[in-house]
């Protein structure tokens, strides 16, 4: 079911409705500014006032116009905001007498400036709390790597850089080049693993050099062989022993290891593990699976201990999905925090053996049950939206979903699509139904919707569908569609196959148990 969101959506609402009033006042300082006996310095206010006018005009009549952030106008326009704020508090004190004229503009400016700064304060302070804040872009090792990235062109290089700001620079610095990304996301765009050309696999050895905030890196770098990164969907938290993780239904794990020749090597796979509170049962039940060959190791704990598995790394990236088994259920719940704490992992390590896999070994053949990732296709008769790397739709009753399957196995899989789900203006009401897959989701405000969607070989079709969806009451000018409800950040994953024992919560379980 989705939530009604978190408390940020509810803060960006305060902070535009701050934003309106603030406009209405700046509007009225403005209007206070163009009272001059002079025609001409009257025309010229007016023009000036009158430009952003027209193009505010313009964004409205596009159907755009709703995603556009109104801060961004704000900051376009700042500096004639603040010279018509400055005349208008300058004309309006001089209706006031000589002695409380000039204290009147000086507290009337200082309000002003003071509400301005606590309106930016923080996404100010966001930059400067992020891990290494702004000292990271004035660090030694990221200058020399940009600097080496923009005067080496027509080279390979991986973007190894988890912090998306940190990733966006390091890329636009190695845009004259061949250059792969291994991020969670550019900027607010999250990137799925493998999705994007620019993240397919490659092969890592000397002649493809890593930057990163750490600096440059290539295969004959004096470092440890491989990289470990870990993309959560419910995001990492710190400690002081390193980066941990709260495993949910499953996590990605890329393993990049850098060597010289092509052949796969042994590996063992060592984390902590320990069952969280989201379920009270004590064992757990996890699952290893190589994302290109299936190989797959099932682990098992019954209490916090150090898990130790068997891999194989090829040269370049190595992706691996850690998925949750048994138990799954969601049962105990934070107030404070909507994460599913089922397992937690942290210290990833990873020691090789020494031993070589051969070109021919059977391990390194794709199994019949390989995870190549489907693609989502969709139609929708309202059309789809896009503004730069964004995509949505405006949903009225009903959109199709096509699963395309890429995989080369002959039996159902059971993936778990997920989207953002957020009632439209088409009608004031913020409760939207939606069903998909047999099963219908209560929307209230955001959120994010999680369905269960089997899907045989080949492609299957899915409804997205609006139950008793409220009557259109609002239209936006210049667009006729029906703004009932925007989707959006589609993502698709394996969950298992069809068919496959789903673990018994520990309810049904005591239901089933004989009596004795």
């Not at 693993?193 to 620019?198: E, Q, S, T, Y």
């Not at 049962?281 to 704990?301: C, D, S």
Request: net charge positive; aromatic share 8%; charged share 20%.
């Amino acid at each position: 079911m989705a939530s009604a969101g978190s408390l940020k959506p509810a803060i960006s609402c305060v902070a535009s409705v701050l934003g309106i009033i603030t406009a209405v006042v700046l509007i009225a300082l403005c209007a206070a500014a163009l009272m001059t006996n002079s025609l001409r310095k009257r025309a010229l206010l007016a023009l000036a006032v009158l430009t952003p006018w027209v193009f505010l005009t313009y964004l409205l009549s596009a159907q755009s116009f709703l995603r556009y952030p109104s801060w961004k106008l704000i900051d376009s326009f700042a500096f004639l905001w603040i010279l018509l704020a400055i005349l208008g508090i300058v004309r309006t004190a001089k209706l006031l007498p000589r002695k409380l004229a000039t204290p009147a503009a000086v507290a009337c400016g200082t309000v002003l400036a003071l509400s301005g700064a606590a309106g930016f304060v923080g996404q100010h302070r966001a930059a400067m709390a992020r891990p290494g804040g702004l000292a990271v872009f004035n660090s030694p090792d990221f200058v020399s790597a940009i600097n080496y990235a923009a005067s080496h062109p027509d080279r390979t290089y991986l973007v190894r850089e988890s912090d998306a700001t940190v990733a966006s620079w390091l890329i636009y610095h190695a845009r004259n080049s061949k250059t792969f990304v291994a991020a969670p996301g550019l900027s607010d765009i999250p990137l799925t693993g493998g999705k994007f050309a620019f993240q397919k696999n490659f092969p890592v050895t000397g002649s493809t050099t890593q930057i990163s905030r750490f600096g440059i890196r290539d295969g004959s770098t004096n470092l440890p062989q491989v990289d470990i990164a870990v993309s959560n969907p419910q995001g990492e938290d710190r400690l002081p022993s390193g980066a941990a993780y709260w495993l949910g239904d499953s996590m990605q794990l890329e393993f990049t290891r850098w060597a010289s020749n092509a052949a796969a090597a042994e590996y063992r796979l060592a984390f902590h593990a320990e069952p969280g509170p989201a379920n009270p049962a004590r064992n757990r039940e996890l699952a290893l699976v190589n994302l290109a060959t299936g190989a797959r190791n099932q682990i098992r704990i019954a209490a916090a201990e150090t898990v130790t598995v068997p891999i194989i790394l090829s040269p370049g990236a190595n992706r691996f999905l850690l998925q949750s088994i048994a138990p799954t259920e969601h049962l105990v719940r934070s107030d404070t925090d909507p994460r599913k704490h089922l397992t937690f992992v942290r210290n990833f390590a990873l020691t090789p053996t020494g031993t070589e896999v051969p070109a021919g070994d059977p391990r390194l053949t794709p199994a019949p049950t390989a995870f190549a990732p489907p693609e989502l296709r969709f139609t929708n008769r309202q059309g789809e939206d896009r503004q730069g790397a964004f995509s949505w739709f405006w949903v009225a009753d009903e959109m199709t979903i096509e699963i395309a399957r890429a995989d080369n196995s002959s039996r159902t899989h059971i993936f778990t699509l997920s989207f953002d789900a957020e009632p439209g203006l088409a009608n004031p009401s913020k409760t939207r139904k939606l069903r998909i897959a047999g099963k219908t989701f209560d929307i209230n405000g955001s959120g994010r919707v999680k369905a269960e969607v089997p899907a045989p070989p080949g492609v299957s079709q899915w409804k997205l569908q609006l139950v008793d969806p409220p009557p259109q009451t609002t239209r936006i000018p210049g667009d006729p569609r029906n703004h009932m409800l925007r989707v959006e950040r589609f993502d698709i994953a394996f969950l298992r196959e069809a068919g496959a024992p789903v673990p018994l919560s520990p309810r049904e379980k005591a239901a089933a148990a004989p009596a004795r």
